[in-house]
Nanobody, 126 residues
């Protein structure tokens, strides 16, 4: 049974930081890209950050310079360090695992992922 379990969300003031974690089980991890997406109330799910199997990363313009994605293959876990948080970062954050092995870029489209977590709420107060 494939499981992606996010943790680390919460309530933080603007300018603060949070680190999200996503623990993966039941599927291969090290040879697949991982991504973080987010969905604000009433809006569609959008891409935030991704890291491919070799460590190449890609960020949405809205988070570039503030968020950092990383992975620990020994722990089958991907992280999202979020600094200088803004109220517009408020959303449910989802991690996702790529459907293709050894992709040579960090994918940003939802259809490129086939396993998803349940999400963790991040709320940034002004």
């Amino acid at each position: 049974q494939v499981q992606l379990v996010e943790s680390g969300g919460g309530l933080v003031q603007a300018g603060g930081s949070l680190r999200l974690s996503c623990a993966v089980s039941g599927r291969s991890f090290s040879s697949y890209a991982m991504g973080w997406f987010r969905q604000a109330p009433g809006k569609e799910r959008v891409f935030a950050a991704a890291i491919n199997w070799s460590g190449s990363t890609y960020y949405a313009d809205s988070v570039k310079g503030r968020f950092t994605i990383s992975r620990d293959n020994a722990k089958n876990t991907v992280y999202l360090q979020m600094n200088n948080l803004k109220p517009e970062d408020t959303a449910v954050y989802y991690c996702a695992a790529d459907r293709a092995r050894y992709r040579d870029y960090a994918p940003s489209r939802t259809y490129e992922y086939d396993d998803w977590g349940q999400g963790t709420q991040v709320t940034v107060s002004s």
